[in-house]
C-alpha cells in the first residue's frame, strides 16, 4: 500500500504534477484591458471595485467592471474564491449603490468570450476568465 503511494507520488512529481501547486492555482483569472497600468490588486481593493464602491483603479483611470450573470458558474467561483463573498451579497452591494443613486451596477455580459470582447475593446475595463478564455488581448492581474 505504501509503495503505491510513494510511486504515484514519485509519478505525478515526474510528469510535473504537485498537490500543492494545484491546489494554489486559482481556477478563475482576473483580467484586465491591456491599457491599464497597475498589474496587482489587493482582495480588498477589488472587492472594492467589483462592489462598485471604487470607481477608478489605484493609478486614477476610470475603472469600468464587467460581470457574468449571478447564476453564471464562474461567476459564483471567482466571486466566492478570489472575493470571499457570495454572489447575493455583491448584488445586494450593486442595489445599494444604484438605488441610492451614488454609483451604477457592473457592466453585465452572458458569457465568457463576451466577457474577453469587451474587456479587450474597453479602457480601464476589469473582469474575470477561466484561463482558458485567456488570450494576449488582455492581461492578468495579480492579487496579493
Known amino acids: 500500500m505504501m509503495r503505491r503511494l510513494a510511486n504515484a507520488l514519485c ?3 515526474l510528469i510535473g504534477l504537485s498537490p ?10 482576473l483580467v484586465a484591458n491591456p491599457g491599464v497600468e497597475t498589474h496587482h490588486l489587493t482582495r480588498d481593493t477589488t472587492r472594492a471595485l467589483f ?3 471604487q ?5 486614477g483611470q476610470a475603472a ?7 447564476r453564471h458558474p464562474v461567476h459564483a467561483r471567482f466571486v466566492k474564491q478570489r472575493l470571499s ?3 447575493h451579497q455583491l448584488q445586494l452591494a450593486w442595489d445599494r449603490v444604484v438605488f ?3 454609483g451604477q451596477a ?18 480601464g475595463a476589469l473582469g474575470y476568465l477561466e484561463r482558458e478564455y485567456v488570450d494576449d488581448r488582455v492581461q492578468v492581474i495579480t492579487m496579493e
Open 64 to 70: 469600468r467592471i464587467f460581470v457574468l450573470p449571478n
Open 11 to 13: 509519478l505525478a512529481m
Open 55 to 59: 470607481r477608478t483603479w489605484p493609478d
Open 106 to 123: 457592473p457592466n453585465r455580459v452572458l458569457t465568457q468570450a463576451e466577457m474577453l470582447e469587451q474587456i479587450a475593446s474597453t479602457p
Open 85 to 87: 463573498v457570495y454572489p
Open 100 to 102: 441610492s443613486g451614488t
Open 20 to 29: 500543492w501547486t494545484m491546489a494554489d492555482e486559482p481556477s478563475v483569472l
Open 51 to 53: 462592489a462598485m464602491r
